[in-house]
């Protein structure tokens, strides 16, 4: 039974948190000719009005992308924000307005090349619908089914690169475990292949089982990142977002501390970011 819908969530920290690794992922993964393809095997609806009844209802991009939006010209000359910034502005129709928000199949795909592919996994009829009638360019593919089984059916990709996004909603306490066996697999099929998961950190800690699970696999070069809004424990819920990269590009932690360190005090006073290791080389 699926019941999460991202449009609640939007715009959020965390979305900030994910969409900023992606896009940084993103653009220096296109510094190289070498085709690539990129997997979504979460991929939501892919654009989010603001003003829908369902995001207004939580309002969480006023906690999110929002404070972002509306320091922007203060943060001209921190370059990984600028380009976050611009991406977003590009997608409105007033770029001075912010009135719809991006989801991860516009982050991987805005820039793709005529030889990259996309394919984009989504398994709730509804959000599938929403997904279909977005304009996307001829080399995505939009499948209704579960991602985590279509990633792995697809390996290995024609393309001699290969990118994925992992960013379930966790519903299932099972998903934990799941995400680590399908991690794991893939990296022994596409050894070279950078993968992004995205994982909530809230007072159960059930991360943990994921974290400890992709060890325990002998995976190595899983760098993580944690943006928390306030200490666990101190609310029920989400306190803060997490995400892995395997096989992260070089300079990645350094551009991302740089971008961070501007957004966290926007985020609120008890907002910090920390990355690193998880697993070294
Ligand atoms: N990646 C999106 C973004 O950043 O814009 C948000 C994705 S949301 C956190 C998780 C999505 O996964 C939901 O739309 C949900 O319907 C979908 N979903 C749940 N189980 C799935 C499965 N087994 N395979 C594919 N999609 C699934």
Partial sequence: ???????????????????????????????????????????????????????????????GVLPLWEARRGLAEEPLLASWLE????VQTDSRRLEQYPGSPWWLGQRLRQDDRLQLFELHPGEHEHLALQRLPANVRR?????????????????????????????????????????????????????LVWYPLLPAARHLE???????????????????????????????????VVNPPWGLDERLAAAMARVTPLLGETTRYGGGWWVEE
Wanted: with cysteine.
């Fill in 210 to 244: 994921l974290l400890e699970r992709l060890r325990d696999g002998g995976l190595r070069k899983i760098w993580r990142s944690e943006l928390t809004l306030r200490e666990p424990g101190e609310e029920r819920g989400m306190y803060g977002s997490g995400m892995l």
């Fill in 143 to 195: 499948l209704h089914a579960d991602g985590l089984a279509g990633l792995l059916a697809g390996l290995p990709v024609a393309t001699p690169r290969l990118c994925v996004l992992i960013d379930p909603s966790y519903e299932r306490k099972a998903e934990y475990g799941e995400v680590a066996e399908t991690l794991l697999t893939t990296m022994r099929k596409v050894r070279h292949a950078v993968v």
């Fill in 87 to 90: 991406a977003i502005a590009s």
């Fill in 1 to 63: 039974m699926l019941s999460y819908q991202h449009a609640y969530h939007a715009g959020n920290f965390a979305d900030v948190h994910k969409h900023l690794t992606v896009h940084a992922v993103v653009d220096h993964l296109l510094h190289k000719a070498a085709s690539i393809t990129f997997v979504d095997t979460h991929a939501g609806r892919g654009l989010y009005p603001l003003d829908a009844s369902e995001t207004q209802r939580l309002g969480e991009y006023r906690q």
